[in-house]
């Protein structure tokens, strides 16, 4: 039994600052390991990478979620006491209502519908010619596309500052000063808002509809109690952030259609499975979520490393998403890599690994996927769009990460 590999350096808080992303992939590289433990503002942290990693991971018996993520993203990004922060029956018990309202296939059909009908809105109104800075315009869609999915009300003068808020929490969690104090503060704006609409539906009693809303107002945790309205506000608020983040992807997924022109053409044919391939290089190659967090349960040996009870543990997804273990060529932007891919659940953690019902992997995740497809099918098939000169480069440094410029597109043409 061997110690874990130390990080030599006293505190790496500002390291992981500087290479975002990248940070526990450069450090296994340098230390030679997939597993090492470090210090972040004088913590002590176990880091690991790749898919034997993710496997022990979400072992159940050996992680917990409770209280893993730090403050400033349960603050920001996450809320607290929701799902995420769960473990065991009342994980289990939450997560059924998550599986329930967001995967079925009719659900997110209504989605995909709504969000197409909602760019094709968007795009009759927008004068050609006339520069968009696509990732604002994409929250700003995903945001309405979701509120009226969900049954939130919305008015129209109200959707600039709530896709606006969405994607300050978003933006905030990892961020220091103004930006993250933003982030906060758009929390409690979007608590407040979504706990008053849980108390009015509550106040009108049980109606005849399948919305969201009336889902997660009247779900009743394992003892059969209404959860506190505020908990179930975090947990709407978990449904409609991160379909407001995939803006990220979307940005991304142009980013890629411009860099990468040779995926216009199958693209343009009707291969059957090419968007599906596209999508999924999309959310393996660009970053999205940089790390999941977890404490070890109980002190266990892993690979021959001894591991203490009590670790706060971080899995690097983008570096698993990356691991030329995994991954051919991993750098190189190659949807055809997914033709022959055997779906297995420790590879691409874009979403999280593992399964649905039992872990922690994003039950948005199918949401997410389907998203894109209607977005980057509008693009392709309705839209004729010149990139005008623009800063597209992106760092991994930021967490979130997107292109300087935000993804601007002039569209020229537009069909119905
Ligand atoms: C969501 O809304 O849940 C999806 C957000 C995706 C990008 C968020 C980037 C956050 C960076 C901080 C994470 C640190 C984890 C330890």
Redesign the pocket.
Known sequence: MATLPQDPALDSAFSLLRHGYRFISGKCRTLHTDVFRTRLLLRPVVCMQGAEAARLFYEQDKFLRHGA??AR?QKT??GVDGVQSLDGQPHRHRKHLFIRQLMSPARIEALATLHQAHWHAAMAQWPLNRRMVLFDEAQKILCQSVCAWAGIPLPASELNQRAQA?GR???S??RLGLAHWRGRRARKSAEQWISAEIKKTRATGPENSDSLLQAFAWHRDEQGHLLPAGVAAVELI?VL??T??IA?FMTFSVLALHEYPYVRAPLESSHPDYLDWFVLEVRRFYP??????AYTRQAFTWQGFEFQKGMLT?LDIYGTNHDPRCWYQPDTFNPERFSNWPQDHYTLLANGGATYEHHHR?PGEWITHRLMKVMVRFLVDNLHYEIPAQDLSFSLAD??ALPKSRMIIRPVAYQP
């Open positions: 993520m730090p993203i990004l996450t969405f929490m978003i933006d969690g990892a978990n952030r991160p407001v983040a990220q999205f979520f940089p790390f999941l967090a971080l994003c967490m979130p």
